[in-house]
């Protein structure tokens, strides 16, 4: 099949004061065609996509659409240009409806509001998309903002689609749904762009894959010809090994013991039904579930931010060998109570970083959703800060740069870096390593280790489960809300694993 070409960037560079975000960048895309962008955290994928989208504009280069050189000033001159992007963070006005947002800003005066539910239908109808347009953006879940952004792009008539990290918010059923979409796009004639730190899904569902490196284009292959190494190295510059290095726990004892944790829903429902387990100092346990198994809730109810409606909390404090009952104490109760916990929750708008605050003042800051705000007495938020930036390999000028001109993945680095350097007995963190690249997820991952062989009692919530069988000592697998198995992570196949994730199902059907 002729592709025609949709975008060809020619020598795009753009600074912000001393940073080069991009560099000298040339790269193309073609209609009927999936490109990956692939890059480290900080290499310049989003700032270069907001180039295209009219967010920002090149200092310097040329940006060519369907051949002819464009001049996009603005989001509403990229869609003169059929270009629609979908952001790392959405841009949906909560209150209003799917079908206002979409046709929101977009014609003067006044809206056919009927018409266009009309023509949003028909687009859900033609690419499989699955929204009701008249419901509130605040009802739907993570995806489901998302399909309307997607569909919102097709509306104002997006012949080039770009995707900043859809999938970093999905479950992987999701994923599969998305991918879907995407192919019945491209084979529409649509030019897609995606980022994505998942290699996995890059070899899955580009035809090519372009790479960045520090703001520079290192090159673009084609998907038949990459393999993961391949791409590591483009990335990365050199040979990386994607190795965690599991050691044996030693010293072992019991931090937190949770006998009969029953967690009810709003609507009555169990969240969590009778939970029992161990958490020990010195060993990393993994939590294994399909999404929304109860996993969220269980962290939660640990750190006091769960009603319990039965069962109990204990931790063993080992600064005075006494048992605390943490059932429904609250966050700061808790803390008082001298627990030294440390969370990087799934859900990470809320726990108060403060964007124009650089790395080292955001040190001392803490709060979670619920939990009101705390300031966390740091003696030297200043030398944390740069060890957490070498350690994580933080692109930032320095640790008083505002937290908000860093990239998505390096908020996140510091976040988790936070958390993990607080000196906590009891480290909790689910998918710590979302948005992060392959190297830094790695990083994460060895940093757990050490954490572990301090003799922190580290749980772990994760969804990649190569990861969770080679990083865990043992592995709780919880399916709707039961506790399915508690396995040895040396010993346990992926298949057990899978087994057992689907399992309680079956038995709740049994019981009826
Ligand atoms: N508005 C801004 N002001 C200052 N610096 C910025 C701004 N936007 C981006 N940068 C810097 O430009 C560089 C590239 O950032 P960009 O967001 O493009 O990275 P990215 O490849 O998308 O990373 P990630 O994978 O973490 O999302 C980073 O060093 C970032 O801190
Ligand atoms: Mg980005």
Same mark, same amino acid.
């Given at each position: 099949?002729? =592709?025609?070409? @949709? ?6 560079? %753009? ?81 209003? *409806? ?13 809206? &056919? ?27 739907? *879940?993570?995806?489901? %903002? ?11 008539? @997006? ?16 994923? +599969? ?28 569902? *580009? &035809? ?37 290095? =599991? ?63 039965? /069962? ?14 943490? +059932? ?31 790395? @080292?003042?955001?040190?001392?800051? =803490? ?36 937290? +908000?001109?860093? *990239? ?80 040895? /992570?040396?010993?346990?196949? %992926?298949?057990?694993? /899978? ?7 079956? =038995? ?5």
């Amino acid at each position: 099949m002729e =592709r025609t070409e @949709a975008i060809a960037l020619k020598n795009i560079t %753009k600074t912000f004061g001393s940073i080069v975000a991009n560099k000298n960048v040339s790269l193309h895309v073609f209609h009927h065609e999936i490109l990956s962008i692939l890059g480290e955290n900080g290499s310049g994928k989003t700032t270069l996509m907001n180039m295209i989208s009219g967010i920002y504009h090149p200092d310097e280069g040329e940006i060519f659409i369907d051949g002819q050189p464009a001049s996009i000033q603005s989001p509403r001159d990229a869609y003169r240009y059929k270009i629609g992007m979908i952001h790392q963070h959405f841009k949906l006005i909560d209150v209003f *409806s799917a079908t206002e947002n979409i046709v929101l800003g977009m014609e003067e005066g006044i809206y &056919d509001l009927k018409a266009a539910e009309k023509k949003i239908r028909a687009t859900c109808k033609k690419y499989g998309f699955e929204i009701d347009p008249t419901k509130k953006i605040y009802q739907m *879940s993570v995806s489901e %903002k998302q399909t309307v952004e997607i569909v919102k792009a097709l509306y104002r008539g @997006a012949d080039i689609l770009i995707l900043d990290e859809p999938t970093a918010v999905l479950t992987p059923q999701e994923i +599969r749904k998305l991918f879907d979409v995407m192919r019945r796009m491209r084979d529409d004639g649509k030019a897609i762009i995606i980022i994505t730190h998942k290699l996995n899904e890059v070899l899955e569902i *580009s &035809d090519r894959v372009s790479v960045l490196r520090k703001g520079e284009y290192i090159g673009t292959i084609n998907t038949a010809e990459a393999n993961a190494g391949i791409l590591t190295e483009m990335m990365v510059g050199k040979k990386v090994s994607l190795n965690i290095e =599991r050691s044996e726990p030693k010293d072992l004892q019991k931090r937190l013991t949770l006998t009969n944790v029953t967690v009810l829903a709003p609507d009555g429902r169990a969240i969590l039904r009778n939970v029992n387990f161990t958490a020990n100092a010195g060993e990393i346990l993994g939590i294994a579930g399909i999404s929304g198994s109860g996993q969220k809730e269980l962290l939660e109810a640990i750190a006091g931010l769960q009603h319990l409606k039965s /069962g109990s909390i204990l931790y063993s404090n080992p600064e005075t060998g006494r048992e605390e009952n943490l +059932r429904n104490k609250t966050p700061m109760q808790i803390r008082n109570l001298g627990v030294r916990l440390s969370f990087v929750p799934e859900d990470r708008l809320g726990m108060g970083l403060v964007g124009s605050m650089g790395i @080292a003042d955001n040190m001392m800051l =803490r709060s979670y959703r619920k939990g009101g705000f705390f300031l966390l007495r740091r003696k030297e938020p200043r030398d944390l800060a740069k060890r957490i930036i070498e350690e994580l390999q933080i692109v930032t000028p320095g640790p008083q740069t505002p937290v +908000r001109r860093l *990239s998505g993945g390096n908020v996140q680095k510091v976040l988790v870096g936070r958390e993990i350097s607080s000196s906590p007995t009891v480290l909790m963190a689910a998918y710590p390593v979302r948005g992060l690249d392959i190297n830094s997820s790695y990083l994460i991952y060895n940093l757990l280790m050490k954490q572990k062989e301090n003799g922190v009692a580290v749980i772990f919530v994760g969804e990649d489960l190569d990861v969770l069988t080679e990083l865990c000592d043992r592995i709780l697998v919880i399916s709707g809300g039961v506790v399915t198995g508690i396995v040895d /992570g040396r010993d346990v196949t %992926k298949e057990e694993l /899978g087994l057992l994730m689907t399992k309680a199902h079956h =038995r709740e059907e049994e019981a009826q």
